[in-house]
């Protein structure tokens, strides 16, 4: 009976997205336009020079001498049958170029998203019950220096010393390519890939996490229930396990489905610094190109990857409090 609620509790939710993706693909198309040039210029550019008459034909086979509104139309109805157009750059269409692409990014911020939640609740909660304490002042030291560092140098700082003078890790890519690894050697060497680039995305966010987890676990020990637990008999410890880490853990899951458009925007900047082939390496390069077909479909995907997000978060939320009931 839970799982046919929650079922039609996440269809009722899809469906209620509809309007707001395609609201956001819409700004993104106009915001897009406001940027001086388009693919012509590009690719008239590279050539040195073009024709009046050849810059005309390329805009007439991209499209681009439509009125405005019959451009934004067009790629509505592109957006709704889930056709993202063509990439001129690529030479070959949006969307097999964007999910060639997506498990790379999908596997950057599983990992971010696991390892900066679940060390940021438990250190969040070790800072909590050490309040002005030794391991408070060191956590409470080591999260504001890595929540005020730069992500780009921070990974600069970590390839520097990891991957150029300790060799440890490499210091781009995704595997060794020349290695030609298979099975499990292929598995271990993308991990190897992986640490850099997670563990720099990773340090803002478990910095956070670790911030807000010890201030809601402060506010939980507040709370009338825990001193009725008190007066059962129950150990701190008992309360803590059974009773204020689990509450204490909703702002967490709420800033974590806020924070997944966060992520994507930290991914370009990791993606970039590391050479990991992922979205966010992609759509630097479109941007660049001014390949606006592949920029507006990788707006579109991440707009697509936040809804779903945000409706994990949701779900999550009634397994955490089930007094929260999806209607």
């Known amino acids: 009976m839970a799982w046919t609620r929650s079922a039609a509790y996440a ?74 157009g063509y990439s001129f750059r690529h030479s070959m269409p949006v969307i097999q170029l964007i999910l060639s692409r997506l498990g790379p990014t999908l596997l950057l911020m ?19 019950r050490n309040l002005n304490r030794w391991r408070d002042n060191m956590i409470s030291m080591l999260t504001v220096l890595a929540y005020a560092t730069p992500v780009f140098w921070a990974g600069l700082m970590l390839i520097v010393v990891f991957s150029i003078k300790l060799g440890w890790f490499p210091t781009s890519g995704m595997q060794e390519i020349a290695a030609f690894h298979e ?40 709370m009338d229930y825990v001193v009725t637990a008190r007066a059962k008999g129950l150990t701190e410890r008992q309360i803590a396990r059974r009773h204020v880490f689990r509450n204490a853990l909703l702002p967490i899951v709420t800033m974590a489905g806020v924070q997944a ?58 397994v955490l409090d089930p007094r929260i009931e999806l209607r």
């Not at 819409?26 to 008239?44: H, I, R, Y």
């Not at 599983?110 to 909590?128: E, K, M, N, Q, R």
């Open 183 to 222: 099975g499990g050697a292929k598995w271990r060497d993308i991990a190897h890939h992986l640490v850099l680039p997670a563990l720099t995305l990773t340090m803002f966010y478990l910095a956070l996490y670790t911030r807000l987890m010890r201030a809601s676990v402060l506010e939980q020990f507040s």
């Open 261 to 318: 458009g966060a992520l994507l925007g930290g991914a370009v900047v990791v993606e970039t610094v590391f050479a990991w082939p992922g979205l966010g390496l992609l759509a630097y390069e479109a941007l660049f190109a001014r390949d606006l077909n592949l920029l507006l479909g990788i707006f579109f995907v991440s707009t697509c990857l936040v809804v779903v997000v945000n409706l994990i978060v949701d779900l999550a939320y009634s």
């Open 11 to 84: 269809g009722r939710r899809l469906l209620q997205a509809v309007p707001t993706v395609l609201i956001i693909a819409t700004l993104n198309f106009l915001l897009l336009q406001l940027a001086p040039g388009d693919a012509a210029d590009v690719l008239a550019g590279e050539a040195g020079s073009a024709t009046p008459e050849f810059m005309a034909q390329l805009r007439q086979s991209f499209g681009l001498d439509q009125p405005l509104w019959m451009q934004l139309l067009i790629y509505l109805k592109r957006v709704v049958s889930f056709d993202l």
């Open 110 to 128: 599983a990992t971010v998203f696991i390892v900066s939640v679940g060390t940021g609740a438990l250190l969040g909660s070790l800072a909590a």
